[in-house]
């Protein structure tokens, strides 16, 4: 039985992640860009087969379900991801978290700004971040208008990180919303801060497919098998682009 309410809710919610410092003061040479990621699920199948399969996941390898899966404390090894020292139990729990992501289904749009060519080309550049978020909002938009989704109200989930930063991007997240951006007035997208220590499946998903877009921008040669899964959820045009579509890349 649906609820009155039900109608007032789109189909679809975004959760939202990011790789690297939108800072412009000092940039690290080994990862000189920024990158914003917002992940697309269909809110029955990430109910459904998304959250139970990382739920699972969880217990298999923790015997609980309160870890929360961050890509940068598993590349560490870090706390409580230090087992994965050991090649044989890393090898397995990569594989079977590849394997979620694989039968995940979700759309997947990514801006990267280049802070270096940024820095270069533009006197007064804008906060790459405010950059990644208008481009990530065009192209949700474009994806909801697609879906016939634009008239219902759509929670973009985005972790906080304090509240000075919370505000202003709250107040570029508006901005864009009420017609800074390509498409006009956005408002049926709803801004919707997550604590930290909340344990959400789509935003851990979000982390984990950030920084192999990144990497697979920096160094497009090099082998990356994260990127190349991530790569088939990228929203495409009805051609099969990608550029501009799923992944912009700016400047």
């Not at 749009?109 to 270096?116: E, F, L, T």
């Not at 978020?133 to 474009?142: G, I, K």
């Not at 505000?167 to 956005?186: I, P």
């Not at 990356?224 to 550029?243: D, F, H, Q, W």
Request: hydrophobic share 40%; aromatic share 10%.
């Amino acid at each position: 039985m649906t609820s009155p309410a039900d109608d007032a809710y789109s189909d679809y919610v975004i959760f939202v992640d990011e790789s690297g410092d939108h800072g412009l003061s000092n940039i690290d040479p080994n990862f000189p860009i920024f990158v914003l990621n917002f992940c697309i699920f269909r809110k029955d199948h990430y109910i459904n087969s998304v959250v139970p399969a990382l739920q699972s996941f969880k217990f298999r390898w923790f015997g609980h379900d309160v870890v929360i899966l961050h890509e940068h404390d598993i590349v560490k090894q870090r706390p409580p991801f230090v087992f994965l020292q050991n090649p044989i139990k890393r090898d397995g729990f990569i594989q079977e978290l590849t394997a979620i992501m694989e039968r995940a289904e979700f759309t997947l749009i990514s801006a990267v700004i280049d802070k270096r060519r940024l820095l270069h080309r533009y006197a007064r550049p804008e906060n790459p971040y405010g950059i990644g978020l208008r481009f990530c909002m065009e192209r949700t938009w474009a994806f909801l208008r697609e879906h016939a989704q634009e008239l219902k109200q759509t929670a973009v989930i985005v972790e906080r990180r304090g509240k000075r930063e919370d505000d202003e991007l709250e107040l570029t997240f508006r901005r864009v919303c009420d017609g800074a951006n390509r498409w006009g007035l956005m408002p049926s997208l709803r801004f919707v801060p997550a604590d930290k220590r909340v344990n959400s499946s789509g935003l851990q998903l979000a982390d984990l497919t950030a920084r192999p877009i990144g990497r697979h921008v920096l160094a497009p040669q090099q082998p990356n098998r994260a990127y190349e899964i991530i790569a088939t959820k990228l929203r495409r045009s009805p051609a099969g682009k990608v550029e501009g579509w799923g992944l912009k890349v700016f400047p």
